[in-house]
């Protein structure tokens, strides 16, 4: 049991392991930001330009409730009368936040690989020139061409 204890703590105590961790923080708070940011800054907007339509009471009545029957002026009022309900316009959405977090991971890993990015190498000196007289290719360095046997400065 001790040795189990003291492999519990090494695991514990690992970079990758304490790197997780503040991830899974960082990325609950991040999922609240993007609701918010869907709920209260995009929704309203799109929802003025289709009519007003408020995406939360986008749903379709499955089973009406015991109480009263369909049809409900809105989810709380389905819900309240029990009756069963599919909710599409919180899955509408949802799908917008996955959208703007997958486009956020996006950028972020862009930025993070672009970072890591490593010049292009320069290009390698020429190791040969042509020849002005013949226009044969002849060694940098040499100072008579081979081919034709011209003096070259």
Do not use: Q
């Amino acid at each position: 049991m001790k040795s189990f204890i003291s492999e519990f703590k090494k695991f514990i105590a690992r970079g990758n392991v304490m790197d997780m961790a503040v991830g899974i923080i960082i990325g609950a708070a991040f999922t609240k930001i993007v609701n918010s940011l869907v709920a209260d800054v995009i929704m309203p907007p799109i929802s003025l330009l289709l009519g007003n339509i408020d995406f939360t009471n986008w749903f379709i009545v499955l089973r009406d409730g015991a109480e009263t029957a369909a049809p409900y002026a809105s989810l709380e009022a389905a819900k309240a009368a029990g009756a069963v309900t599919m909710n599409l316009g919180f899955f509408i959405n949802s799908i917008i936040s996955f959208l703007i977090v997958a486009f956020a991971i996006f950028v972020i890993i862009k930025a993070i690989n672009k970072m890591k990015e490593e010049p292009a190498p320069a290009p390698a000196a020429p190791t040969t020139k042509k020849c002005p007289y013949c226009f044969s290719e002849i060694d940098i360095k040499a100072t008579k061409c081979p081919h034709c046997t011209s003096d070259i400065k």
